[in-house]
């Protein structure tokens, strides 16, 4: 059974620095992997997709790679901004199942 | 192009009584989810739909929870009765590219209180 693990589980970085999150998942038998954003009391919006063919895709000042073979994504944010400041969910596309979700890492960014 | 849209946002009901939300997913869109959220977890799925017809509902609760997508656009997920640990936020989401490879769009998400 697939599980995702997002570590840390909360992050609180100053304005200006460049973080790091982590997802891992168990079975590398995916078809694409997901980054989401949720502001409190919102819903999910797509970040990143990363298709399993795929290593990294960017978009602005966010990256996300992808190492199928070690089950491991991570989603790198340059130059951190208070606007950044929301829950950030990793999910996993698997043959014949909808996309599984970790728990999220919460960041937040100080001004 | 409008997003996937959901209602209602909030509601407050008494345990054993019923409930009822509402979604309607990005135009064109075939696949349609249901997730329920809980306090500080990742949503997990409860039920997902290709066109009118349901390709997951390993998860659902049968018992007390329903769902249906008529035409294959709106859908409507039912609880009847709730229970307290069915307090969540119930995410619907849109896919136009069906279970592989599809990018999922959500929508707002309706807020559950059972009390």
């Known amino acids: 059974k697939q599980e995702v693990t997002q570590i840390p589980a909360a992050l609180s970085v100053p304005e200006g620095e460049n973080l790091v999150l982590n997802c891992s998942f168990t079975?590398?038998?995916?078809?694409?992997l997901q980054w989401f954003r949720q502001d409190p009391g919102k819903g999910l919006t797509s970040l990143l997709l990363?298709?399993?063919?795929?290593r990294e895709q960017t978009s602005g000042r966010l990256n996300a790679s992808l190492d199928k073979s070690s089950g491991r994504s991570t989603l790198y944010i340059a130059a951190s901004q208070p606007g950044d400041s929301a829950t950030y969910l990793c999910?996993?596309?698997?043959?014949?199942?909808?996309?599984?979700f970790g728990k999220g890492t919460t960041l937040s960014v100080s001004s | 192009e409008a997003g996937v849209a959901q209602s209602p946002r909030y509601k407050i009901i008494e345990k054993r009584q019923s409930v009822a939300f509402w979604c309607n997913p990005i135009?064109?869109?075939?696949?349609l989810y249901w997730y329920q959220q809980i306090l500080g977890q990742g949503p997990k799925l409860l039920i997902q739909?290709?066109?009118?017809?349901?390709?997951?509902d390993s998860q659902l609760p049968k018992d007390r929870f329903s769902a249906e997508r008529l035409k294959g656009v709106d859908s409507t997920l039912k609880i009847q009765p709730a229970k307290l640990e069915d307090s969540a936020v119930y995410l619907c989401?849109?896919?136009?590219?069906?279970?592989?490879?599809?990018?999922?769009?959500f929508g707002e998400g309706s807020r559950l209180t059972v009390l």
């Open positions: 989401a849109s896919s136009s590219r069906g279970i592989r490879t599809g990018e999922l769009f």
């Open positions: 079975d590398s038998a995916i078809y694409n």
């Open positions: 990363i298709q399993s063919s795929q």
């Open positions: 999910a996993v596309n698997q043959a014949g199942t909808a996309l599984i």
């Open positions: 135009s064109g869109h075939a696949t």
């Open positions: 739909f290709q066109n009118n017809g349901v390709v997951d």
